[in-house]
């Protein structure tokens, strides 16, 4: 009989690409603010996620979103973010790789892309970001590689060069970044998870892997070039991938191996359109289990 039950390696798995989605896309906003501190600023923003999602692990628990007028609102809260994920995901994907291409031909790709993916139910999609985790490891440590080619250490800064009000509002940027994505953990409904008992301690570790993920990247990043070339770029972390072409052995193969960086985002907006489909579905009760 086929298990019908989320595993906890899929579950973590997503949770893993749903910490990390905020870097390629939004790494910019953040060193503008805080600049040669960010690296604090993503340490305060990621103890602060932390502690929340401790918060988040318990509300998974419980939550019980049955109520049409419930329903409503967190579809209308989803609306405005799914809208800005979307918005910030073509605008990637036409800046980084097709820079020729129509804003609206990528927009709908994308959506139909994002559609086909969350058709079935939740088992489907975190089936899918394991997958995406195998093929995102070896990804990403080529990329890694590659990028310590271009290591300077005399981009090396010393800390608390900035205000220190600055670093704090990079840390409180990084967090609602890193947080909000999270959040929609709590409506892939708690009985359809197997092993529950074991599931704080993945998930924990899954985001804990994210942060360090996203700590490697910004500190190759942040030793690659200079804080006012960084500030230039509305996608920062390009820098590394387009230096591969002439550092690394498979440089001819830079944009292929990027595309680890769109897997975060895809995986968020399908997951997004099957919470609202799952929400006004009659099969979506969910309940707590002892």
Known sequence: MTNKKIGLLQLSSLTFFLSISSFPLFIEKIIKISKSDTLISIIIGSLLTLIIFKVILVLRKKIKPKNRYIKTIISLLLSPIFIYLLIETTNFIKNSYLSSGNFFSIIILLLLMCLTISLKSYKEITSLSLILLFIFIPLFAINI????????????????????????????????YEII?????LFIPYKEIDNRKKQDKYLYLALIFGI?????????????TSINVLTTYNYPFMLIINSLSSTFILGRLNYLISFYLLFSPLLSLSLIICIVKQLWSDKYNPKTLN
């Open 212 to 224: 360090l993920i996203v700590m490697i990247e910004y500190l190759i990043l942040s030793l690659s």
């Open 181 to 185: 994505p999270l959040l929609l953990l």
């Open 145 to 176: 590689i590659g990028g310590t080619f271009s290591l300077d250490l005399t981009y090396l800064k010393v800390p608390f060069t900035n205000n220190v009000i600055d670093i704090i509002k990079g840390g409180i940027l990084f967090f609602i």
